[in-house]
């Protein structure tokens, strides 16, 4: 739920960053809006979700379009530059992102702190590991509700979405609900281990925290999991 004046206004200016690029093209703001909405709701969950399928994570800071564009590029094995835009993009934002994480969870501030302190120092088999135990307390602080678990209404029937996202998909207030397209199926960071071999990387919780995967402490896949980390908290609040 949005819960103040900020917030709404956060989010006003999201949107108001996404109608603008298409002001020009349009001279009936109807037509514009209606396009907007049609583009976004068709094309940004199938970026979102071909992005994680690389362990990246878009937050609300981005305009729908990046997802779609970036999405695209990753269809035509353009790997390394999807890659490089989003390491220098979240190298750049880092502290910003350290920001919104602490301004939303003040009482995890000593954590989260610790985790991205630990990226910028290089250490990245500490930050990851220590940042991706919070996933699930960002979402558990908002609803009791885990991400690493399975809705128990879909175990039955071998589906898996994070428990957390039945709770966001209700949410009346919360606003570009596509974003949550990358937990409407199960992704690098969540699959069970033994279908890990479908995506292109390898970078999984329980692999990692369970001490099975041993490689995974470099530059790339810490900020993957600092996307991750900063996707769960925009769509949380």
Known sequence: MLRNTEEIKERIEILQ????????????????????MKTIEEKTP??????????????????????IELGEKLKKGKVEEVD???INYYENELENIETRLIK??????????????NHRNKNYFSSITLLLTQADGLCYDKSKKLFFKNNSKLTRRKKYKPE?????????????????????????????????????????????????????????NSLKIISFLSYINDVLH
Do not use: C
């Open 17 to 36: 960053d996404a109608l603008k690029e298409y002001t020009d093209n349009y001279q009936n703001p109807f037509a514009m809006i209606t396009q907007i």
């Open 46 to 67: 199938d970026g979102l979700r071909e992005l994680a399928k690389y362990g990246w994570y878009i937050d609300y800071s981005h305009l729908p379009k990046t997802s």
């Open 84 to 86: 490089q835009f989003l």
């Open 104 to 117: 939303k969870n003040q009482h995890r501030e000593g954590v989260l702190k610790e985790g991205i302190q």
């Open 164 to 220: 957390i996202e039945e709770i966001l998909a209700n949410d009346s207030v919360l606003l570009l609900k596509e974003f949550l397209a990358p937990m409407n199926e199960p992704t690098a960071i969540n699959e069970h281990s033994s279908n890990l071999e479908k995506f292109p990387v390898r970078l999984n919780r329980h692999e990692i925290l369970h001490g099975i995967d041993s490689n995974y402490g470099s530059k790339i």
